[in-house]
């Protein structure tokens, strides 16, 4: 079955870089996503990448997918305030989508 | 605002309730999804629905009851629930979700807290 697994915390600086990391075990993904969740919502799709890419950049994102190691990162530029939230990977295989357990980033002053 | 409205926001429930989540989409969308999410797990997929056909069915327990009269909404009836039920449960929607090739993008509703005493 699918497994998706990402670290559960991640504390940044305002105005550094965040990077936070997801594994995926479905080798036969066609897309892989990132969502982001701020509190009291539901998730809010941020970006994608399709398999065949290995980097995709959308304004102060960006994605990088190593597809032989099934690894795939979202680097988030000049972090802010208001990008706290909980931030999680997905993969897309045959229909359905697996979801980690997600990434809860805290931005410090 | 979010295409995609869940009701009630928050539920508290005693193990012998009965009550309903509800889930309405605006998008013109032709699949809707529960999942449940607890804290410091991966998002579980509990039920999608394709053209109101049932197309899965994650091994949930029967006390979890879905329901979906139409392609805008979705029901999951709850009943005889557990405390380790408690969590938040998620409504989403998607375009063909057998477009195996598309991106298959989830719009996601702001979620049902459900608490179990």
């Known amino acids: 079955g699918e497994d998706v697994e990402q670290s559960l915390f991640l504390s940044v600086r305002e105005g550094d870089s965040s990077v936070i990391n997801c594994t995926y075990t479905?080798?036969?993904?066609?897309?892989l996503y990132w969502y982001k969740q701020e509190p009291g919502a539901g998730l809010q799709l941020l970006t994608y990448?399709?398999?065949?890419?290995d980097m995709k950049q959308d304004q102060r994102l960006t994605v990088l997918l190593n597809k032989k190691d099934k690894h795939l990162s979202l680097r988030i530029a000049d972090t802010q305030t208001g990008d706290s939230a909980i931030y999680f990977c997905a993969e897309k295989s045959d229909y359905k989508l697996s979801f980690g357990a997600g990434t809860t980033v805290t931005v410090r002053a | 605002e979010t295409g995609v409205t869940q009701t009630p926001r928050h539920l508290v429930m005693g193990m012998t309730n009965k009550k309903s989540l509800k889930c309405e989409q605006h998008?013109?969308?032709?699949?809707m999804y529960w999942y449940k999410q607890s804290a410091k797990k991966p998002l579980e997929l509990m039920f999608v629905?394709?053209?109101?056909?049932?197309?899965e069915n994650n091994s949930v327990p029967s006390r979890f009851s879905p329901e979906c009269p139409n392609s805008s909404h979705l029901f999951l009836h709850l009943h005889t629930l557990q405390p380790e039920d408690s969590a938040l449960y998620l409504c989403?929607?998607?375009?063909?979700?057998?477009?195996?090739?598309?991106?298959?993008?989830?719009?996601f509703g702001e979620g049902s807290r459900l608490t179990v005493l």
């Open positions: 998008l013109g969308h032709n699949a």
């Open positions: 990448i399709f398999s065949n890419m």
């Open positions: 629905y394709s053209l109101e056909e049932r197309v």
């Open positions: 989403a929607s998607s375009q063909a979700p057998e477009d195996r090739e598309g991106p298959g993008e989830l719009f």
């Open positions: 479905d080798s036969s993904s066609t897309y």
